[in-house]
């Protein structure tokens, strides 16, 4: 099945300096089995985690979906 296997990923983080006050910014890159139905509305849970969907990335194999996400 394409060798991706499903998970959660750290992707990348970023600080952002906004009103004098320093924020970090990390985001997940989440594998799942493919859905037609999922839309940036979702959240994701984890655990007590739970991550909100920024951008959903099809992949050239329609079985699985890359979504980048943050914690919320």
Known sequence: MGGRE????????????????????????ITIRHLDEIDLSWRLVAGRTIYAIKAILTGNQPVWLVLMCQTI
């Open 6 to 29: 499903p998970g959660v990923g750290e992707h990348r983080g970023h600080e952002l300096l906004a009103a004098s006050a320093e924020q970090a910014e990390t985001t997940y890159r």
